[in-house]
């Protein structure tokens, strides 16, 4: 019988196996691929890990890799990867095309334009309390972590926010389908859950071309048609990313942390108390568990690494969970300590792609945490029990009930 990959182990707490590896082969050649190829390998050590997403003999774009090339039949993602796919996106992109689409979105992602959304975040998260308030026992996940981020990102958008479950179920079904260990299925499940949020994109898009609104939408149409800024692609693509990125990692954020504070009663108590820690609660909660456990990066060129040589085509994956421990950074680093200064963690990205909605991500975290410690000061998990999703690179629970 096949064994499924990741094992639920791995998922339910992968710091062990990144404990192990980063102190026995922190520089490591995943066996994919005949002996020739450039092959898959996984850091794990902080200082490597940063050190690759700023350097630019290192691409973004994971098409180039030699595995992907060799094994595209058995990649759910792959139909979307193309020039026209919906996900040919920032994420997958290098200078300049990167520099001029990020230039055109980072407008709405700035300190001040966010600081701008903090009465609509806080009512946002004070109508999703006062729904669950008196219930007993809730799932955090349904009743906050998932609808608030969704939400603001889909009012930022200019997509009607009554339809955020919907667009977080096409989200869901693509996020899990990477994680799926049937490549047949998981690349039917991806290509159906993406050609229907797509389609809807494309119907929104054509909304705005004929009524514009102050939405982000909008404004990149208009910078389409002023200075040829974007191609159609490109801006169904961002669109697709800002949607999708712009709600699941928070989700996870807020869920995992909100997990990390329940297991943890002593520094629970701690933020209850002392508010002032919120910011540096964040900061904690995001090195502690990361919502981002990895991402990849292709060789350009070979490159020598502590010794070993990435071939150019090599597909490397940075193990964000794992640099986010490294006890050469970071102080006793199985440890939450909300107080932690210094937190040089790496779950927003490191570089030209450090992540665009950070200080959007950090308010809703702000705002959900300060509400639920001030609505539920005795809150306490009402089940160990709890399911990961299979994507082990975005790492999230299926959901978290409290009581």
Known sequence: MAQAFPPPQLLQDPYPFYRMLRSNNPVFRVPVGDATSPGLWILTRHRDVQSVLKDARFSADRRRA????????????????????????????????????????????????????????????????????????????????????????????????????????????LVSAIGSTNPQDARTQFEAALGQLLDYLRAIIAERRKVPRDDLISAMLGAQEERDALSDAELLATSNLLLIAGHETTTNLIGNGTLALLRNPDQFARLRDDRSLLRSAIDELLRYDSPVQATGRVAKVDVDLDGATLPAGALVMTAIGAANRDPEVFADPERLDLGRID??????????????????????????????????????????????????????????PVR
């Open 66 to 173: 030699s595995i992907v090339e060799q094994f595209q039949d058995r990649l759910p993602i792959n139909a979307a990867l193309g020039e026209e796919g919906g996900l040919r996106s920032m994420l997958l992109m290098d200078p300049p095309d990167h520099t001029r689409v990020r230039g055109l979105v980072s407008k709405a992602f700035t300190p001040r334009r966010v600081a701008e959304l903090r009465p609509r975040v806080e009512a946002i998260v004070t109508a999703l309390l006062d729904a669950v308030d008196g219930a007993g026992s809730f799932d955090l996940i349904d009743a906050v972590a998932a609808p608030l981020p969704a939400i603001v990102i889909a009012e930022l958008l200019g997509v009607p926010a009554e339809d955020h479950r919907q667009f977080k179920e096409w989200s869901g079904a």
């Open 343 to 400: 937190n040089h963690h790496l779950s927003f990205g490191f570089g030209a792609h450090f992540c665009l909605g950070a200080p959007l991500a950090r308010l809703e975290a702000e705002l959900a945490f300060h509400a639920l410690l001030d609505r539920f000061p005795n809150l306490e998990l009402a089940s160990e029990t709890l399911t990961y999703r299979a994507n082990p690179i975005l790492r999230g629970l299926v959901a978290l």
